[in-house]
């Protein structure tokens, strides 16, 4: 994911520059901090710039943007990465479009945070007031007097970039009056929207589902054993039970075959003895 941040000062692009920074993995790239590394470091593009500084003129676009491409060539940049501070003008704009296109890079999105210039101003002159009454020295670059100047200076030179990048549809716009918090949330929304944000995050979470369910599937199967093993476990008790009543049902066959076998003037002789033997008993009881 590559980015720049667009607005004025004040504007709050530091603070969400550092929030993508911490959630993306990106580095936020700036070019003041460029300058200095690539002196300290005393490459050849650094030693240019030292001169150029050492002599009090203001380093030229081609140098800036030499550092810039020493700088996304190196490995913690691979991720992606943040412009801060470049480009200000159009014709830096340009220039990083070239570099960009010779390196096989994109640049993803433009975001502009749009504020309130009076808005910006009152809060500067309300955060003078409270430093004064804490009987603290208020900072140089940070009164409305100041202020008002950075902000000519940015509708004159930075501000024709929107135009710029509204024509080459990379700029996405956000209200950068909101909370700070609705900001990050706004600017994360309309990133995923355009595919700018990598499905990176999402990957170990699927990964993570996979051994679940691998776990989940052993205890269902195991489940489904239990009742065969039980259906199997019930077999031969079935089997007795029908083995007991086909031994009831011989029973009363040889019960009934027993019957029929006998000849029909015993059942006759036995009716008759029975009769005098109920007589005999009549006879007593009425004595």
Same mark, same amino acid.
Request: glycine fraction near 6%; proline fraction near 6%.
């Given at each position: ?5 667009l ?10 520059a ?12 700036s ?6 590394a690539a002196?300290?470091?005393g490459?050849?593009?650094?030693l240019?710039?030292?001169e150029?500084m050492a002599?009090?003129?203001l ?5 800036v943007?030499g550092?810039?491409?020493d ?8 991720k ?5 501070g ?7 704009a340009?220039?990083l479009?070239?570099?960009l296109k010779k390196?096989?890079?994109?640049l993803?999105?433009v975001?502009e945070?749009?504020?309130n ?6 809060r500067?002159?309300k ?6 009454a804490r ?5 140089l670059d ?6 008002t100047k ?11 970039l929107?135009h ?13 009056m909101m909370a700070?918090e609705h900001?990050?949330?706004?600017i ?10 990598e499905p ?10 996979k ?10 199967k195991?489940?489904?054993? &239990?009742? *065969?093993? $039980? @259906?199997? /476990?019930? +077999? =031969?008790?079935?089997?007795a #039970? %029908?083995?007991?009543? !086909?031994?009831?049902v011989a029973?009363k ?5 027993a019957?029929a076998?006998?000849?029909?003037? &015993?059942? *006759?002789? $036995? @009716?008759a /003895?029975k +009769? =005098?033997a109920?007589k005999? #008993? %009549?006879?007593?009881a !009425?004595?």
């Amino acid at each position: 994911m590559r980015l720049i941040l667009l607005g004025p000062p004040g504007s709050g692009k530091g603070t969400q520059a550092q929030r993508l920074v911490h959630k993306h993995g990106i580095v936020q790239l700036s070019t003041g901090e460029m300058l200095r590394a690539a002196v300290a470091a005393g490459t050849p593009i650094g030693l240019q710039a030292k001169e150029i500084m050492a002599n009090g003129g203001l380093v030229p676009d081609e140098v800036v943007v030499g550092i810039i491409a020493d700088r996304i060539d190196e490995s913690d940049a691979k991720k992606g990465f943040i412009l801060d501070g470049f480009p200000r003008t159009v014709p830096q704009a340009a220039a990083l479009d070239e570099l960009l296109k010779k390196k096989h890079l994109k640049l993803d999105a433009v975001v502009e945070l749009r504020v309130n210039e009076s808005a910006l101003l009152a809060r500067v002159e309300k955060r003078a007031e409270e430093t004064r009454a804490r009987g603290e020295e208020v900072r140089l670059d940070d009164t409305p007097e100041v202020l008002t100047k950075r902000l000519a200076q940015y509708r004159s030179l930075t501000e024709p970039l929107i135009h710029y990048y509204s024509e080459r549809r990379k700029l996405l716009t956000v209200d950068g009056m909101m909370a700070i918090e609705h900001v990050t949330r706004e600017i994360n929304r309309i990133l995923g929207a355009i595919g700018a944000l990598e499905p990176k995050d999402e990957e170990p979470a699927k990964a993570a589902k996979k051994p679940a369910r691998k776990v989940s599937k052993k205890p269902a199967k195991a489940v489904e054993k &239990a009742p *065969k093993a $039980a @259906k199997k /476990a019930a +077999k =031969p008790a079935r089997k007795a #039970t %029908k083995g007991a009543s !086909k031994a009831k049902v011989a029973k009363k066959s040889v019960k009934k075959a027993a019957k029929a076998a006998k000849p029909a003037s &015993a059942r *006759k002789g $036995a @009716k008759a /003895a029975k +009769k =005098p033997a109920k007589k005999l #008993t %009549k006879k007593r009881a !009425k004595r």
